[in-house]
């Protein structure tokens, strides 16, 4: 009888938001899974309950240096990198490092173990878009010296390597643009909008909108993501797709719906708006509807109320 081994699967940045996530949909889809992190964003926390899972194994490491790992691979999901503007300004060496030498790695080891890679890659390669909304053939327009920079050109820099260890070196590779993601297992303090909004909704402070508010983005849950991301990975597809929810809002009307949501008696403060802040921002998921019959299925309130009762737990 045939022996079949479990499916091996490598997650870097699994103990982050993102990447913790897919450990438990990897975990539930019969795969071993290695976590990988080191911990300079993600958290244990977010990994707690899979410690001692049989199926599960974490590795605490700097996947921007050498990634060695024992055995078998069969697949790679590439998501360590910090991701929220206030983290890759802190951190924008790091940054660099991990959408680089990073990605180097991770496809060093995925050639060497022949396993398929997927990165995960983001729509800030769009920089501050001049189309709208933006489909995978637009080149971007972004600024390579801005503050944002650091993350926006690792992250081209990660797609041009995984095109080149595909084309030179027939590594099978899968490349996403990930869009803004909301869920349980965000940091509250990482600065980003939403848990930046309903933090402050739940503590009674004023919600800091930055500029007038006008610009746009478009949020998608964590489930649709992670689903996408899994079937992304199954399918033959080696140019990049976007995965997102196309339900586009203004960060103004997003600070309404959040106090509404929470019943708070906080107000809006305006802040000056960060440098090369894009000022829309919407996916067009036209190919990931075509290629992998995908398409997000939570809507915002639905999954802004999961992710309220998640920080309500966090918030003192
Ligand atoms: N933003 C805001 N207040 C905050 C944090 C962010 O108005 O406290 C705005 C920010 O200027 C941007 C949008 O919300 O236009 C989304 O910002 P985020 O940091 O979540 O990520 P981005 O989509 O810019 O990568």
Same mark, same amino acid.
């Given at each position: ?9 490598l997650i870097t940045g699994g103990a982050g938001?993102?990447g ?14 290695i976590a990988m992190d080191n911990l300079i964003t993600g958290?244990t926390?977010?990994?707690? &309950? ?7 194994r974490f590795i605490l490491h700097d996947v921007s240096n050498y990634i060695f790992v024992d055995g078998?691979i069969? /697949?790679i999901l590439h998501f360590a990198s910090p991701?929220?503007?206030?983290d890759y300004?802190?951190i924008p060496i790091q940054t660099l490092k991990v959408g680089s030498l990073g990605t180097h790695n991770a496809l060093g080891l995925a050639k060497s173990k022949?396993a398929?890679m997927?990165i995960a890659?983001?729509? =800030? ?6 189309? &709208?909304?933006?489909? =995978?053939?637009?080149? $971007? ?9 650091c993350?926006?050109?690792a992250?081209?820099f990660a797609?041009?390597i995984t095109?080149?260890y ?24 990482? $600065?980003? !909008? ?9 503590? $009674?402070?004023?919600?800091? !909108? ?10 998608? /849950?964590?489930?649709?993501? !992670? ?9 033959? =597809? ?19 719906? !959040? ?10 403060? /305006? ?23 995908? =398409? ?13 009762? /998640?920080?309500?737990?966090?918030? &003192?």
């Amino acid at each position: 009888m045939e022996n079949k081994r479990r499916p091996r699967t490598l997650i870097t940045g699994g103990a982050g938001f993102l990447g913790s996530h897919l450990c438990d949909r990897f975990i539930a889809e019969g795969h071993d899974v290695i976590a990988m992190d080191n911990l300079i964003t993600g958290s244990t926390d977010n990994i707690a &309950h899979l410690s001692g899972h049989p199926n599960f194994r974490f590795i605490l490491h700097d996947v921007s240096n050498y990634i060695f790992v024992d055995g078998p691979i069969d /697949y790679i999901l590439h998501f360590a990198s910090p991701a929220s503007p206030i983290d890759y300004l802190k951190i924008p060496i790091q940054t660099l490092k991990v959408g680089s030498l990073g990605t180097h790695n991770a496809l060093g080891l995925a050639k060497s173990k022949n396993a398929r890679m997927l990165i995960a890659s983001t729509s =800030e390669v769009y920089g501050d878009p001049l189309i &709208h909304p933006q489909t =995978e053939d637009y080149w $971007g327009n972004v600024n390579p010296v801005g503050y944002r920079g650091c993350y926006d050109e690792a992250k081209r820099f990660a797609e041009a390597i995984t095109m080149a260890y595909h084309r030179y070196h027939n590594v099978e590779t899968r490349i996403i643009r990930i869009f803004n993601t909301y869920g349980p297992r965000m940091r509250l303090d990482d $600065g980003r !909008v939403l848990p930046a909004f309903i933090g402050q909704a739940l503590r $009674g402070e004023d919600l800091s !909108v930055f500029g007038d508010g006008s610009q746009t983005r478009s949020f998608c /849950y964590v489930s649709d993501l !992670v689903d996408g991301i899994f079937k992304l990975l199954m399918s033959d =597809e080696s140019d990049p797709t976007n995965i997102g929810n196309p339900d586009e809002i203004t960060i103004l009307q997003f600070a309404e719906e !959040v106090l509404k949501l929470t019943g708070s008696k906080s107000k809006i403060a /305006y802040n000056p708006l960060p440098q090369d802040d894009p000022k829309v921002r919407q996916p067009d998921i036209t190919k990931a509807r075509r290629i992998l019959g995908w =398409e997000p299925k939570v809507n915002r309130s639905e999954g802004l109320k999961i992710t309220l009762d /998640y920080f309500k737990q966090k918030v &003192h």
